[in-house]
């Protein structure tokens, strides 16, 4: 699979999981499986498309639906669910090396978000949950640090938006 084909295909997979992820639907275990066997789906398509390795797919394609979830506004973000469809596409350009200045921003403060999000610990959140966190706890400064970077990614996003009108 190679050219626009290729990548149209890989887009309608990833925008169908992405639906699953944030879209209405009732939790459950079939939910969860054809999930699972969507992810595969799209994972060997990527694959395909870009004639790599499965594995260094799966992240891509891990990264690219976590960046999706972060973006739509059903799940928080600062895109309408129409914008989304046009930023994957903009996403997944950028992962097959056509760069583009706001998206390359977006994607640079996303990772800097994963790191940040990656260095707290799941403890802190279970506290932070139950309301058990000291004021002078330092973890809470990392978390000042990921919500002003969360607040960096949407505006990023928007700017990308208003571009693209």
Do not use: C, N
């Not at 996403?91 to 706001?102: C, E, F, I, N, T």
């Not at 978000?113 to 949950?129: D, G, K, L, Q």
């Amino acid at each position: 699979m190679t050219g626009a084909s290729g990548l149209d295909e890989f887009l309608a997979l990833l925008l169908d999981q992405h639906e699953g992820a944030v879209g209405p639907g009732k939790a459950s275990l079939v939910r969860a499986l054809r999930r699972r066997e969507g992810d595969s789906r799209v994972t060997r398509s990527y694959a395909r498309m870009t004639d790599t390795d499965r594995a260094s797919a799966r992240d891509i394609v891990g990264r690219l639906g976590r960046h999706l979830r972060r973006i739509d506004r059903r799940s928080g973000g600062a895109l309408h669910p129409e914008q989304v469809t046009w930023a994957a596409r903009a996403l997944v350009v950028q992962s097959l090396g056509v760069r583009d200045p706001l998206v390359g921003d977006a994607e640079a403060v996303f990772d800097e978000m994963e790191a940040v999000r990656a260095s707290i610990p799941m403890r802190f959140w279970w506290r932070r949950a139950r309301g058990r966190v000291d004021a002078d706890d330092p973890l809470l400064a990392v978390e000042r640090d990921l919500e002003r970077l969360e607040d960096e990614h949407a505006a990023a996003w928007r700017r990308w938006a208003e571009r693209e009108g």
